[in-house]
């Protein structure tokens, strides 16, 4: 909507016609929108699992497009949990599983699974990750209406349905779920840009604003907001480098989601989501896509969310590929 509607005092008819719009376009999405975030949380996900030692670097988990898991009471019955890829990916590090967005090898470090050595992070020690990237609370942005997402583990799913002994039980498959940024997990768009932005800056962000200073007529700054740290994940920078590598092969590597990156004049490390909102119908879908750049030395982050859009890389990545060609015309070195 015209910002400028609001200057001289909107109009009952332009202000109904604003509140009566299905698309909601008064709702502010960035702060007040919660949304599964899919797959750009697996950088969290790895950064949790490196820094346990469930995994090196270098660990080779096989992408083969499913993992089988027996029921636990029944173990004639069996459930699949597939990767985006039914046929699979093939053999995975941390840095490939990231450029090409593996739920088999997130599956894994997260929960372990009876046919492999890794024994899985558990879901408490995966929310705690989660939460130490500033997920499940505000970041104190100036600015109202801010939410703070969910961050779902076992205490959370039993005071949700009640202590009900069936739907309130954590499965294994819960746990596969969130590492995935699926299932009932819940953020912001703002808290994916700045979990994204300590990412970059190898494991700290600071509390956002928008106030940048206040400065008098004749240039006198009378106020600045003092920056506070919100993250500080304290990970190992080798660990932190291996996860922004393969940030970056999203965007230059062959088979990453976030190729048209390439043609910017700058460099650039990114992640698409593609997350799953409707339980009747699966192919629902929002497209994310976060990223910051310059890679050797960031300096921007930028983070796309398009409503029940379809796939990150088809509606999200080039939002942001004209968002960071502007700021590389109008902004960097500046």
């Known amino acids: 909507f015209n910002n400028n509607l609001f200057a001289p005092g909107i109009s009952v008819d332009n202000y109904k016609a604003l509140t009566?719009?299905?698309?909601?376009?008064?709702?502010?999405?960035?702060?007040?929108?919660?949304?599964?975030?899919?797959?750009?949380?697996?950088?969290?996900?790895a950064a949790a699992a490196l820094q346990e030692n469930v995994v090196t670097k270098d660990t080779i988990i096989n992408d083969n497009g499913v993992l089988v898991i027996?029921?636990?009471?029944?173990?004639?019955?069996?459930?699949?949990?597939?990767?985006?890829?039914?046929?699979?990916?093939g053999p995975m590090?941390?840095?490939?599983?990231?450029?090409?967005?593996?739920?088999?090898?997130f599956y894994t470090v997260a929960g372990g699974h009876p046919n492999s050595k890794i024994q899985g992070l558990g879901v408490e020690k995966l929310a705690d990750y989660f939460r130490m990237f500033a997920m499940g609370s505000i970041t104190g942005i100036d600015i109202q209406g801010e939410k703070p997402g969910v961050v779902a583990d076992p205490n959370w799913k039993a005071k949700y349905f009640n202590n009900d002994p069936v739907a309130g039980k954590w499965y294994l498959g819960d746990t596969y779920h969130i590492a995935i940024g699926q299932g009932d997990m819940l953020t912001t768009p703002l808290q994916v840009a700045v979990w994204t932005a300590a990412i970059a800056n190898d494991g700290k962000a600071n509390k956002p604003h928008l106030l940048k200073e206040v400065i008098t007529h004749n240039g006198e700054v009378i106020h600045k907001p003092k920056l506070e740290l919100l993250i500080n994940a304290q990970i190992n920078p080798q660990h932190m480098d291996a996860i922004q590598e393969g940030m970056r092969q999203n965007v230059i590597g062959s088979k990453?989601?976030?190729?048209?990156?390439?043609?910017?004049?700058?460099?650039?490390?990114?992640?698409?989501?593609?997350?799953?909102?409707?339980?009747?119908?699966?192919?629902?879908?929002?497209?994310?896509?976060t990223s910051y750049a310059?890679?050797?030395?960031?300096?921007?982050?930028?983070?796309?969310?398009?409503?029940?859009?379809?796939?990150?890389?088809?509606?999200a990545v080039p939002i942001a590929k004209d968002a960071l060609?502007?700021?590389?015309?109008?902004?960097?070195g500046k």
């Open 20 to 45: 009566e719009n299905p698309n909601l376009p008064l709702f502010n999405r960035a702060v007040s929108g919660t949304y599964p975030p899919g797959s750009t949380i697996k950088m969290v996900t």
């Open 256 to 289: 990453g989601s976030g190729r048209q990156l390439q043609a910017l004049p700058i460099s650039s490390a990114g992640k698409t989501g593609t997350s799953q909102f409707d339980g009747s119908d699966p192919s629902r879908t929002h497209a994310w896509f």
């Open 93 to 105: 590090n941390v840095r490939d599983a990231i450029a090409e967005s593996s739920d088999i090898y």
């Open 294 to 315: 310059p890679y050797e030395n960031p300096e921007i982050v930028v983070t796309i969310l398009v409503e029940a859009g379809g796939e990150g890389h088809a509606a």
């Open 325 to 332: 060609q502007w700021w590389a015309d109008n902004r960097y």
């Open 70 to 89: 027996n029921n636990q009471f029944n173990p004639s019955i069996k459930y699949n949990f597939y990767g985006w890829k039914r046929n699979g990916l």
